[in-house]
């Protein structure tokens, strides 16, 4: 063999280790999954499958991100606390055993986060004790990273307007301003059967079953169906929001509840507090028996104030209840049904009000996590619907689907908007987020993932040149 | 020209020869012994006994030329007839007519191989008085046969046979009880006559260098295979012609020689004999040895001698046509040394000596003395290499006990499966850098229709990571075939190695058969 052929050999060798330690930069799609748009965040362990995304609630401030959220398993003592950073990256941060020891290995299925704290502290609603037929409320403190020595151990809320042994207790919950003191939180805690309202820390009342309040003959209808298809028995939807101005202070919310039923029809009521009571505001009963499993409240026109409710009714529709603050119960808007073309499966079952095309104001996000999108069957989808007024209906103007749709996936099993921020700096500090850092971005869940939306509405018609920015960029 | 007879159909007649009678076959073969009493020349015969082919040669009486002139021999005609008449008989087991036969031939021709044949036939035909009698006239005629001894062993062992019984009772003169056919058999030899115009031409069998092997007229008995005659007589132009002898034929050579006044005649000797001669050109080959005698065109011609342990020596010599001229060129020892390759497996090797092709093996290079390189190189073998000294007037042989290269189809084999894992790598790596360019477009993209953006689970992630993995994996494992490959490629068995010999060829005075002079001689 001739010396060119074993230098030509050896160039050859050379060239070839060259290309094994240069080789391909597996890592660059490290870094360009984390520049993608949507952030997919798989089950941490302990949770089972298809649970992951099934129990999700937003909190209002990231505790040290620039966003978090809490998820919780429907089939074992499973918390979370997911923060996600301003780049996009996230971490899971699972409540020990330990802390949760009062809820004595029993589900939680419900979270509410009451507002006013530093940190904020969540109720934990646990509808099944030991698998029971009476259900327990927890009050926990995820752990701040200021306050490292503070207890972070859930305490059993003891509520005596709905008594130890009252089932599902826990199954709703929600937390706000009722009564027009901002300084303290008020919660509302729902069992099967009851709402019951503590004002201040005071167990004000509670409206049990179909319950006339204020005047005849208002009566808001506040049962839970229990027996309703498990689909929908998981946890009761209860609503504190504020949809008008109420004379008695900038804070105060009211109360709606949704009351889905296994037949007959289902209602929405609209309840207050007066005078440490708990009221009726309104109840109106909807065209179909799930009619109320999922509620939001949304901003139609971009002007800081919500003004719509949106009603879940899963089967076909949705309704959209606008005309607020301009209205005061009793008085009602009238409903704008939503029936998607082609028919939905689930269609309802989770909505939510955000802004994704980035014009003035909310649209509307309504899932059918049963779907079939891409042929896969129960994929799930989200849909898009805006306020036409010129049609005076709601139109879709847009879709949301995983990129890779898959066979019961059940994408957007759950809907839920979260508060943003993207100044790393003041989150660093634990300042009050700046407004302009301030985003609100979309949370779709799905079976065993979560997905965070940095950006949304690029397929929803907008100006021209308008594009919708990741609310990540600087 | 050539005029040559097979058998009687390719006869000629010589005019100029009296015709022999056709008598009686004992006065026939008396006027026959008188003829041949009267040759003064000896003739020489090869004798075949027991079958063996060795050629054998005595010297033969010439028949007499009448004025020089040689001329078609009518007896010679009639003699082949009567042999091969004989031969025929002698085939049918018709012993006596053939001996006949053979009887008259040699009435006609007095070689003494037809006697030895008449006497054979005698045997056969059960007639031992006859045979022991022409057998004992062939050794009379033929005393210094090479098959004498044998001859005249048979002989006795015939007279033994004819002897009266041994007188009963008398102890130990009982004879053997020998018969003939407890004797080796015999057969019949054949006859070759080689005969030119003028007589007195040198022999030559094959080739000039086998040496003279006869003058003419000659005639005797060669082995049954082809051989190459070549005829020269000073002043006459070289002849040479094939012939193909038999043992059952009579082979008639008759040459006639041109006279060639135009060539010279030329001999050529050296103060140390045996040196190769080349005349004009050297490509073509040495035509002889020195001393050598030959015919050259007239005019200048260029002698080459060339003699290990001596410088080549070349001259011009100047020759004249019809002339005869002796020329005679001086050696003188060489100043160099010579590297020789040698040995069975130097076949298909080439030298190079001091990086320079010096010849193809088995060869012998003439270097300067001193420490030279040499290489010898041999296809599908490791190369010979090695400081060679080398002295004056010394040769150095060289014969390489070759060691195999080991194959390389195993790295040629590796290389190609490295080849393959890296147009693998590249395939690979192509499909990584094509998901990644993909999912690059769709995140910074606007999609048509639903809002399916990128997801940091996409599958392209994990698909093009891996395939960047498998990639660089596919990469290192074609880097570390390449590497194996090159080691492969460079590695190689060992070194040939070879016997390695230096004699001293020296020369100094020395007497030969040839003559008297200088000789070259050898210490190793």
Redesign the interface.
């Known amino acids: 063999m001739g010396t060119p052929t074993r230098l030509a050999t050896l160039a050859f060798s050379l060239l070839l280790l060259a290309f094994g330690a240069v080789g391909c930069n597996w890592t660059k799609f490290d870094d360009q999954a984390a520049d993608a748009p949507v952030r997919s965040v798989g089950a941490p362990s302990g949770f089972d499958s298809h649970d992951f995304g099934k129990s999700i609630t937003p909190l209002s401030t990231g505790r040290g991100s620039a966003a978090a959220f809490v998820a919780t398993s429907l089939n074992g003592t499973h918390v979370v606390l997911v923060k996600v950073d301003s780049g996009g990256g996230v971490k899971s941060e699972a409540v020990s055993d330990s802390a949760l020891v009062a809820a004595e290995s029993s589900t939680i299925t419900s979270v509410a986060e009451i507002p006013g704290g530093t940190p904020t502290s969540l109720l934990l609603g646990s509808p099944r004790v030991r698998d029971q037929d009476f259900g327990r409320v927890l009050t926990y403190t995820p752990p701040d990273p200021a306050n490292s020595g503070m207890d972070d151990t859930a305490k059993t809320l003891l509520i005596p307007l709905l008594g130890s042994n009252d089932p599902g207790m826990g199954r709703g919950l929600a937390a706000g301003y009722l009564d027009g003191v901002a300084e303290t939180a008020d919660y509302v805690i729902g069992s099967d059967n009851e709402i019951a309202v503590v004002i201040d820390g005071v167990p004000a009342n509670t409206a049990v079953g179909t319950t006339t309040v204020g005047v005849a003959p208002l009566a808001c209808d506040v049962s839970y169906d229990a027996q309703q298809d498990n689909r929908f028995a998981v946890r009761r939807p209860i609503l504190a929001a504020r949809l008008w101005a109420d004379p008695r202070g900038a804070a105060v919310q009211q109360l709606f509840v949704g009351a889905p039923r296994a037949t007959g029809t289902g209602t929405l009521s609209i309840l207050t507090v007066a005078n440490g009571t708990l009221g009726c505001l309104a109840s109106m009963a909807g065209p179909s028996a799930e009619f109320g499993h999922a509620l939001a409240a949304g901003d139609a026109n971009g002007d800081g104030v919500n003004d719509f409710l949106v009603v879940g009714a899963p089967g076909q529709q949705a309704f959209v209840y606008q005309g607020w603050p301009a209205l005061v119960a009793p008085a009602l808007p009238a409903a704008l049904a939503i029936t998607p073309t082609p028919m939905g499966v689930d269609f309802g079952f989770a909505v939510a009000a955000l802004n994704v095309d980035g014009l003035p104001g909310d649209e509307v996000l309504i899932s059918d996590p049963r779907a079939t999108v891409g042929g896969k069957t129960g994929a799930g989808h989200v849909l898009i619907y805006k306020f036409d007024p010129a049609a005076n209906a709601m139109v879709q103007v847009g879709e949301i689907a995983a990129h890779s749709p898959d066979t019961d996936e059940n994408f957007g099993y759950t809907l839920n908007v979260l508060n943003f921020c993207r100044d790393a700096a003041a989150v660093a500090a634990g300042a009050v987020c700046p407004p302009a850092a301030l985003s609100r971005i979309l949370l779709v869940g799905a079976a065993n993932e979560v997905f965070v939306y940095f950006r949304v509405g690029d397929n929803i018609p907008t100006p021209a040149g308008q594009t919708v920015a990741d609310v990540r960029a600087p | 020209m050539i005029r040559m007879g097979l058998g009687r159909a390719r006869g000629r007649r010589r005019p100029d020869r009296p015709q022999g009678g056709a008598g009686a076959v004992t006065s026939a073969f008396e006027r026959s012994l008188a003829r041949a009493g009267a040759a003064a020349a000896l003739i020489g015969v090869l004798v075949a006994l027991g079958g063996t082919a060795v050629a054998q040669m005595a010297p033969v009486v010439a028949p007499p030329v009448a004025g020089g002139e040689a001329a078609p021999d009518a007896d010679l005609q009639a003699a082949k007839a009567e042999f091969e008449t004989a031969q025929t008989l002698f085939i049918r087991d018709q012993y006596d007519q053939a001996a006949a036969h053979f009887l008259d031939a040699f009435a006609r021709k007095p070689f003494s191989a037809f006697l030895f044949n008449a006497a054979v036939s005698y045997e056969k035909a059960q007639k031992l008085e006859k045979a022991a009698e022409f057998f004992q006239k062939y050794l009379d005629r033929e005393p210094g046969a090479p098959d004498a001894a044998s001859v005249k062993t048979r002989i006795e062992a015939l007279r033994t046979i004819l002897a009266p019984p041994a007188m009963p009772g008398v102890p130990g003169t009982t004879p053997a009880p020998v018969t003939p056919a407890a004797l080796p058999a015999l057969e019949t030899k054949g006859l070759v006559v080689i005969d030119s115009k003028p007589q007195g031409a040198t022999i030559y069998l094959d080739n000039k260098t086998n040496g003279v092997f006869a003058k003419t007229p000659w005639q005797g008995s060669l082995e049954s295979k082809p051989v190459k005659l070549l005829l020269e007589a000073k002043g006459f132009k070289p002849e040479e012609r094939s012939i193909s002898p038999r043992s059952d034929k009579l082979v008639d050579v008759y040459i006639a020689l041109s006279e060639e006044h135009f060539l010279g005649w030329v001999e050529i000797v050296s103060n140390v004999p045996g040196a190769d001669v080349f005349i004009d050109r050297k490509d073509i080959g040495a035509i002889g040895k020195t001393p050598f005698t030959g015919h050259l065109k007239p005019g200048k011609h260029t002698v080459f001698l060339d003699r290990i342990g001596f410088k080549p020596v070349q001259q011009e010599i100047d020759v004249l046509p019809g002339t005869a001229t002796q020329h005679m060129i001086k050696l003188e020892k060489s100043d160099d040394g010579w590297i020789n390759v040698a040995g069975r497996g130097a076949y298909g090797a080439s030298v190079s000596v001091d990086g320079k092709l010096a010849c193809a093996a088995p060869c012998r290079t003439e270097v300067a003395p001193g420490v030279h390189r040499v290489v010898v190189r041999k296809g599908g073998f490791e190369d010979y290499e090695a400081e060679l000294r080398v002295d004056r007037g010394a040769e150095t042989t060289v014969e390489v006990s070759w060691s195999p290269r080991p194959s390389?189809r195993t790295a040629y084999v590796t290389?190609a499966v490295?080849a393959a894992f890296?147009g693998g790598?590249l395939y690979v790596?192509y499909l990584?850098?094509k998901?990644?360019d993909g999912?690059?477009n769709?995140?910074k993209a606007?999609?048509?229709?639903?809002?399916?953006?990128?997801?940091?689970?996409?599958?392209r992630?994990?698909r093009?990571?891996?395939?960047?993995?498998g990639?660089?994996v596919l990469?290192?494992v074609?880097?570390?075939l390449?590497?194996s490959?090159?080691v492969s490629?460079?590695s190689h068995g060992p070194d040939s190695v070879a016997a390695v010999d230096q004699r001293v060829i020296g020369f100094g005075p020395g007497v030969s058969s040839d003559g008297a002079g200088l000789a070259a001689w050898g210490r190793f």
Not at chain 2, 464 to 469: L, Q
Request: aromatic residues 10%; hydrophobic residues 45%.
């Open positions: 390389k290389a490295a890296l790598g790596g990584s850098n998901n990644h999912v690059q769709d995140i606007s999609s048509a229709g639903p809002v399916t953006m990128v997801d940091s689970n996409d599958p992630f994990s093009g990571k891996w395939e960047a993995v990639a660089d990469f290192g074609a880097a570390l390449a590497v490959a090159t490629f460079f």
